[in-house]
Structure formats: structure tokens, C-alpha cells
């Protein structure tokens, strides 16, 4: 079910979005989703995403609820999800994974939760269905805690995972393999 909202609020962000020729929260959704995966200059800044024409995840969905606040939707919270990244949910990481010997390697996912329902706005073929049954965890943040907390808190889940699982590879090599996993998303 999708929610229909106009954009009313005054602030630059939305002023912004409106710029553009955008006027409602569905229009919006539709627009992030569109523009490319990629990772922005500044975390902390989700108007880069309009800047940059590109957004990840993280970024992407921050900016969305940042909107949602600004417009008083109601309904939308932004979520960091751990799932368990292969790829079949997640195709052209295979290869790396292969490579390392690994079936799957925990991703932190931010997404929102709009009127209940989880909506992955990530790229124009996103859809949450595909990474839901390999959900680990979920947690609501703030569009603020996309930048170090999100990091932090994803770096404590694999520390602990490596050693659950008690893998062959340290810390470093194994963020090294998640770094190249979402290299291969950019390209």
C-alpha cells in the first residue's frame, strides 16, 4: 500500500526535492529509487544524494525519513537490517564470495518501514522480498546514525560472527571481502 502525501514544509531539503518538479511523497520514493547505487562524499549529508545524483542504502533511505520528518509523514521509520548478504539476494557478489569460500557474509541494509510495510528503495530493481527470509536483526535509527553508528555497530556484529562461526580469517580480511562485495555492486 503505498501513502500519498503532499510535500508542504518550507525547509531547504524539501524546497529542494520541490525544485525539481517533485511534489509528493510517492513522486519522491520513486525519484531516490531511480537514481544510482553509489556511495556518497558524506555520509552525514543526505542532501548529497540530490547533488550527487547517486545514493547508497544508507543514504538513500536516510534522506527519505529526513523528508518523512521534515513533512510530518507519519508512518515511515528508518531501519538497519543485518542480513545475511549472498547471491542469490544480493547477484554479482558471488564471485568474491566464492572466491573466500563463504556461503553468505552479514550486511548491514537500512530500509524503511512505511505504514508497516518494508520498502527497499536501494536501486530501480530493489525489493525487500528478495533479502527477507535472511534477515539476522533489525533496529530503528535515526538519519543520523547511518554514518558511525550504522559502521560500528555492522564492525561489532562481524566481530562477533567470526568468531560464532569460528572462521579462518581475521577482522580486517573479512571486511576486506564485504569492501570488494559492494565494489562489485557499484559497477
Known sequence: MKIEYDLTSEDKLTQEVKSLGIHSWNELTEFIKRLPYGRNKNRTDVGLVLSENKGSCSSKHA?????????NIPNVKLVLGLYRMNNTNTPGIGDTLERNSLNYIPEAHCYLIVEDKRTDVTTSDSEFARIEKDIILEKEIEPEQVDSFKVEYHKTFMRTWIEQQKL????????????????????
Not at 63 to 71: E, H, Q, S, Y
Open 63 to 71: 534522506f527519505l525519513k529526513r523528508i518523512a520528518d521534515l513533512n
Open 168 to 187: 579462518d580469517f581475521s577482522f580486517d580480511e573479512i571486511w576486506t571481502i564485504r569492501e570488494q562485495c559492494i565494489e562489485n555492486l557499484s559497477e
